[in-house]
């Protein structure tokens, strides 16, 4: 008898399901069984499926109540193999797979669907043509041959399993969905808005602030339109190069106060507003549609929604259902943790492994107890500022910590030089693009942003000023890719470990990103999931990067309402 099989949905709506060896081939016959829920749940002792997409499979079996242990996403695996052979963009579908195995043309994937409101679809329209399960079966056995020629293949089949549990995951939180209170949203809107005027206009604080705008400039300035308001300052003998809100706070003039008000509630109206709130809050639920793995560094999305940039101020509407609470936990730290475990850097090992303040307490060592010049160089180091300051810093960082800086110099050196960079479980940054503006598209990340802050809360790499042309530009982000992939390997761990940890609970994971994961639960389960994730960080970090002295602590608050765990 054998725990795991493999199951492949077919054309007449039923199921083909199979017994697997040791290959990764069929230990018995192929099954066909109308009853896909039917077909799991009858099979308990099975701890694996191997299936060709979690998000194809996984939403019809939550649908009818059946949940599995574990599964392998053979179109995941195929994302993760192609860039580790720097093959990066090449079709990733199943159905390509099998066309490279056999030789034969190899189809375009299928692009994806934006996500529908209020819909409890896949995230994806089917890739490629309809695959028998034994073809199926024949690419996952030649996936289990190509993880064994990988670099490191232990931690590549790891990365594999981890990305495959991520993708249940993000299946069961959409499932889930985020308890969202529309009562509360509706009165903080109103509160921030003012009054809704009929026909869809933007509501009365808005045009009270774009009134103010104009009056200050002497003349009607559109504050929605970049191009109105730079001409505007332009009257006035202000140069400004964009209206983004570092530049024209520096500003003085009268308009700036109303002019960054007005984009701060006008961001909200138009991310969050009442069209948002009727669109995808559905019986007290936000379902955004989580994307596991969704940009080169592992970290993750969403499919519409917005659901990765809640405000600050909108987290009030997110509330826990009666009787039951919120457990917000926060990773602190995580990225230079995780250069201490990469690295091997034995200062900083020791520092990472200590319960007090790491920022703090790498300042106690090479910056004279200014923690604030600690964490500047610490961050310095990882994203790329090696000039001014962040020059004199860094070399101070490099006297005490000198592995560390040297293994993120080493990625940085590489990527400059075009080779291929890999997070510590494998997962492969994309071949060098044309220039660094294409690298920076390729990589997920934006140019142009107001700030970090909303790239960073996408799931996206953020580097201020990434307009180089250059091989430098993919220098910066390879170095920073080492870590925050490598952050992302161990975040889709502790994930997986938490999951299995609240198994047998009623608890449910209701929203990750990044460093911060949310679970709901009955109150009476609070201490035991808030014991869960930390014990979950700890294992996650021994299993991602074996037997080291850092810690991965979390802070955690158990709350009614996601705005008072801040």
Same mark, same amino acid.
């Given at each position: 008898?054998?725990?795991?099989?493999?199951?492949?949905?077919?054309?007449?709506?039923?199921?083909?399901?199979?017994?697997?060896?040791?290959?990764?081939?069929?230990?018995?016959? !192929?099954?066909?069984?109308?009853?896909?829920?039917?077909?799991?749940?009858?099979?308990?002792?099975?701890?694996?499926?191997?299936?060709?997409?979690?998000?194809?499979?996984?939403?019809?079996?939550?649908?009818?109540?059946?949940?599995?242990?574990?599964?392998?996403?053979?179109?995941?695996?195929?994302?993760?193999?192609?860039?580790?052979?720097?093959?990066?963009?090449?079709?990733?579908?199943?159905?390509?797979?099998?066309?490279?195995?056999?030789?034969?043309?190899?189809?375009?994937?299928?692009?994806?669907?934006?996500?529908?409101?209020?819909?409890?679809?896949?995230?994806?329209?089917?890739?490629?043509?309809?695959?028998?399960?034994?073809?199926?079966?024949?690419?996952?056995?030649?996936?289990?041959?190509?993880?064994?020629?990988?670099?490191?293949?232990?931690?590549?089949?790891?990365?594999?399993?981890?990305?495959?549990?991520?993708?249940?995951?993000?299946?069961?939180?959409?499932?889930?969905?985020?308890?969202?209170?529309?009562?509360?949203?509706?009165?903080?809107?109103?509160?921030?808005?003012?009054?809704?005027?009929?026909?869809?206009?933007?509501?009365?604080?808005?045009?009270?602030?774009?009134?103010?705008?104009?009056? %200050?400039?002497?003349?009607?300035?559109?504050?929605?339109?970049?191009?109105?308001?730079?001409?505007?300052?332009?009257?006035?003998?202000?140069?400004?190069?964009?209206?983004?809100?570092?530049?024209?706070?520096?500003?003085?003039?009268?308009?700036?106060?109303?002019?960054?008000?007005?984009?701060?509630?006008?961001?909200?109206?138009?991310?969050?507003?009442?069209?948002?709130?009727?669109?995808?809050?559905?019986?007290?639920?936000?379902?955004?549609?989580?994307?596991a793995g969704g940009t080169v560094t592992g970290r993750w999305v969403t499919n519409g929604g917005g659901g990765l940039q809640i405000p600050k101020v909108i987290r009030r509407a997110v509330v826990a259902d009666p009787g039951w609470r919120l457990v917000v936990a926060d990773a602190d730290?995580?990225?230079?943790?995780?250069? %201490?475990?990469?690295?091997?850097?034995?200062?900083?090992?020791?520092?990472?492994?200590?319960?007090?303040?790491?920022?703090?307490?790498?300042?106690?060592?090479?910056?004279?107890?200014?923690?604030?010049?600690?964490?500047?160089?610490?961050?310095?180091?990882?994203?790329?500022?090696?000039?001014?300051?962040?020059?004199?810093?860094?070399?101070?960082?490099?006297?005490?910590?000198?592995? %560390?800086?040297?293994?993120?110099?080493?990625?940085?050196?590489?990527?400059?030089?075009?080779?291929?960079?890999?997070?510590?479980?494998?997962?492969?940054?994309?071949?060098?693009?044309?220039?660094?503006?294409?690298?920076?598209?390729?990589?997920?990340?934006?140019?142009?942003?107001?700030?970090?802050?909303?790239?960073?809360?996408?799931?996206?790499?953020?580097?201020?000023?990434?307009?180089?042309?250059?091989?430098?530009?993919?220098?910066?982000?390879?170095?920073?890719?080492? !870590?925050?992939?490598?952050?992302?390997?161990?975040?889709?761990?502790?994930?997986?470990?938490?999951?299995?940890?609240?198994?047998?609970?009623?608890?449910?994971?209701?929203?990750?990103?990044?460093?911060?994961?949310?679970?709901?639960?009955?109150?009476?389960?609070?201490?035991?999931?808030?014991?869960?994730?930390?014990?979950?960080?700890?294992?996650?970090?021994?299993?991602?990067?074996?037997?080291?002295?850092?810690?991965?602590?979390?802070?955690?608050?158990?709350?009614?309402?996601?705005?008072?765990?801040?």
């Amino acid at each position: 008898m054998t725990d795991r099989w493999a199951l492949a949905p077919a054309e007449d709506g039923g199921v083909d399901v199979a017994p697997l060896g040791p290959d990764g081939l069929p230990a018995g016959p !192929v099954r066909r069984e109308s009853d896909p829920a039917g077909a799991v749940r009858s099979r308990p002792e099975v701890t694996r499926w191997v299936w060709r997409s979690t998000p194809e499979v996984y939403p019809r079996l939550l649908a009818t109540g059946v949940r599995v242990e574990r599964c392998y996403d053979i179109e995941d695996a195929e994302t993760l193999l192609l860039g580790h052979e720097g093959r990066h963009g090449e079709p990733r579908s199943a159905a390509a797979a099998l066309a490279r195995l056999r030789g034969g043309p190899v189809p375009p994937d299928a692009p994806q669907r934006a996500a529908e409101p209020g819909a409890q679809s896949p995230l994806f329209e089917p890739t490629g043509t309809h695959l028998p399960l034994t073809d199926l079966l024949a690419v996952y056995a030649e996936q289990l041959r190509r993880h064994e020629r990988t670099a490191r293949p232990d931690r590549m089949r790891l990365l594999t399993a981890a990305e495959s549990a991520g993708m249940l995951v993000a299946a069961e939180m959409n499932h889930a969905g985020l308890p969202w209170s529309a009562e509360v949203h509706r009165e903080l809107l109103h509160g921030l808005l003012g009054e809704r005027y009929a026909g869809g206009g933007e509501p009365r604080r808005l045009a009270e602030l774009a009134d103010e705008v104009s009056a %200050a400039f002497g003349h009607r300035v559109r504050p929605d339109l970049p191009a109105d308001v730079i001409k505007a300052f332009a009257r006035a003998g202000i140069k400004v190069r964009s209206t983004r809100r570092w530049e024209i706070q520096t500003v003085d003039h009268p308009a700036v106060a109303p002019l960054l008000e007005y984009k701060k509630l006008y961001r909200i109206w138009v991310a969050h507003g009442w069209s948002w709130l009727q669109d995808w809050v559905r019986d007290g639920r936000f379902r955004p549609e989580f994307l596991a793995g969704g940009t080169v560094t592992g970290r993750w999305v969403t499919n519409g929604g917005g659901g990765l940039q809640i405000p600050k101020v909108i987290r009030r509407a997110v509330v826990a259902d009666p009787g039951w609470r919120l457990v917000v936990a926060d990773a602190d730290q995580m990225e230079p943790r995780v250069l %201490a475990a990469i690295s091997r850097d034995p200062g900083l090992m020791e520092v990472a492994g200590r319960e007090s303040d790491l920022y703090q307490s790498v300042s106690d060592r090479a910056f004279s107890g200014d923690r604030d010049q600690a964490k500047l160089a610490v961050l310095g180091a990882v994203y790329g500022q090696t000039s001014g300051d962040g020059l004199k810093n860094l070399a101070a960082l490099r006297r005490r910590f000198p592995k %560390a800086v040297a293994y993120v110099d080493e990625a940085a050196r590489a990527g400059e030089e075009g080779r291929l960079v890999r997070t510590w479980l494998g997962r492969t940054c994309p071949p060098a693009a044309g220039s660094g503006e294409d690298a920076a598209e390729e990589a997920g990340i934006p140019l142009g942003e107001d700030d970090g802050e909303a790239a960073a809360a996408d799931g996206q790499a953020w580097v201020p000023g990434y307009a180089s042309t250059n091989a430098r530009a993919r220098g910066r982000f390879t170095r920073n890719f080492v !870590v925050q992939g490598s952050a992302a390997d161990w975040a889709l761990l502790m994930l997986a470990a938490l999951r299995q940890a609240c198994a047998d609970l009623k608890a449910e994971l209701v929203f990750f990103q990044h460093d911060e994961v949310i679970v709901h639960c009955p109150a009476e389960e609070a201490d035991t999931v808030v014991a869960a994730i930390r014990a979950s960080a700890e294992l996650a970090g021994r299993l991602t990067f074996g037997e080291t002295p850092v810690r991965f602590p979390f802070t955690t608050a158990v709350v009614e309402c996601y705005a008072d765990a801040k």
